[in-house]
Nanobody, 122 residues
Framework: QVQLVESGGGLVQAGGSLRLSCAAS????????MGWFLQAPGKQRELVAT???????????NYADSVKGRFTISRDNAKNTVYLEINSLKPEDTAVYYCAAVNKYTGRYDYWGQGTQVTVSS
């Protein structure tokens, strides 16, 4: 089993920055790519950033169009941690942010963190 624990959320003013962290533990070898999702109030959860598996020689990242240029996903394999840096925060970025990991054996996002709240004030 894999456990994911997010941290770094909070209340921030518009224009500010945050760095979210997601620490993985447990069956690390079963983890493939990882991603960050957000769920804004009253909306469906959406995938905003992904990063390839630690097995690859170099990290490849992908972003939803809505966050390109402001969100940066990265990983520190030595710490089993994935980060999401968010710059130029907007009130519409207010959401619960979830870290998730792909199970190598199923190809699905089977592992989820509990989520961390980000609230952006105007």
């Amino acid at each position: 089993q894999v456990q994911l624990v997010e941290s770094g959320g909070g209340l921030v003013q518009a224009g500010g920055s945050l760095r979210l962290s997601c620490a993985a533990s447990g069956s690390i070898r079963s983890i493939g790519a990882m991603g960050w999702f957000l769920q804004a109030p009253g909306k469906q959860r959406e995938l905003v950033a992904t990063i390839t598996s630690s097995d690859t020689s170099s990290d490849m990242t992908n972003y939803a169009d809505s966050v390109k240029g402001r969100f940066t996903i990265s990983r520190d394999n030595a710490k089993n941690t994935v980060y999401l840096e968010i710059n130029s925060l907007k009130p519409e970025d207010t959401a619960v942010y979830y870290c998730a990991a792909v199970n190598k054996y199923t190809g699905r996002y089977d592992y989820w963190g509990q989520g961390t709240q980000v609230t952006v004030s105007s």
